[in-house]
């Protein structure tokens, strides 16, 4: 059999990818070994978020460069990966030419992206092509659009995420004594306009005492020591930023429920079906899951979110949808 199939995704957000999954599993879906190798940027962290992933052979890092040369760096690095696994086709789930123009000087001969009337088109072999006055419209369109125009089966966005069997073993058995139901709050984000206050955190969890035997602040290293000025002397509240990915996926999957900025973590509870609260700060991810609700300040503004409407949030889905621990 010829060379294997690659899927470039050139986000670099964890939520981006699991707007991307579906996709990906409907592109593997047409070739015979029903897989593909994924090219995704080094910061969406796909090779540890899709580990257990089946439709996902391998994850190969395209690294995103700054300064004048990026674009020539970029496509010099997608020339080699084409080159070294001699792909038999290449979809580009975006209108971005540096991998259309790689995959074209490395001579893949199937070659497919987004389009968008960019100059991507020139370097593509097959269409249809997204049109221009798409361009502004939100990925998930754009990626439902591409797939029907591609023939691609798609029944349903739910990312409905694969977690590795071992890292809910572990979760389990590092928080046993805690008792359920359990509440994640995810309080990280990559920038100060999607970060909803530690404080406003800590009163909400609170306030929600009455509904969850134990809160996990989850969040990367560095939200650590702020999660724990919050919490102060707050019982049953704890820390849980020293995870690994894997395993702070299965501690949001194991939880009732979750509430927390629009962020990777805030994908990955969606995805992994855990119901979830979004408070939305700029470009506000959409409500794509039937798990996802979202809360927003109005105008972008995180900070106009109050703490009374974090709590009837959470309250009113946990009393109508009967949250608990079972679902996981």
Known sequence: MAGPVLVYTPDRGIGDLMWHLPTIRAIAATTPEGQVVLVARPASRASEVLAVEPTVARVLHAPNY???????????????????????????LEKIDRPAIAAFLAGVPERRG????????????????????MRPAHRIDKLEAFEKGHGLVVTSREPQLKLDPKAIAAVKARYADRPGPWLSLGIGASEPARTWPAERFAETARRLSD??????????????????AAIGDLPNNVVACDLPLDRSAAL???SAGFLGNDSGALNVAAAVGTPCVGLMGTA?????????????GG??????????????????????????NSHA
Request: hydrophobic share 40%; with cysteine; net charge neutral.
């Open 252 to 254: 949001i999957a194991l």
């Open 114 to 133: 987004f389009g968008l009337g960019h100059g991507q088109e020139t370097f593509l072999t097959t269409g249809p092509y997204l049109p221009k006055a």
């Open 284 to 296: 506000p991810v959409p409500a794509y899951s039937r798990w996802l609700s979202r809360l927003d």
């Open 66 to 92: 700054k300064g004048k040369l990026k674009g020539v760096r970029e496509v010099i690095d997608f020339y080699r990966i084409c080159r070294a696994e001699t792909p038999r086709a290449v979809w580009i």
């Open 211 to 228: 509904l969850f035997g134990a809160v996990f602040w989850v969040g990367g290293p560095n939200e650590a020591e702020s999660a724990r």
């Open 299 to 324: 105008e972008g503004r995180i900070a106009d979110i109050m703490v009374d409407q974090a709590v009837e949030a959470v309250r009113t889905r946990y009393e109508s949808e009967r949250w608990d």
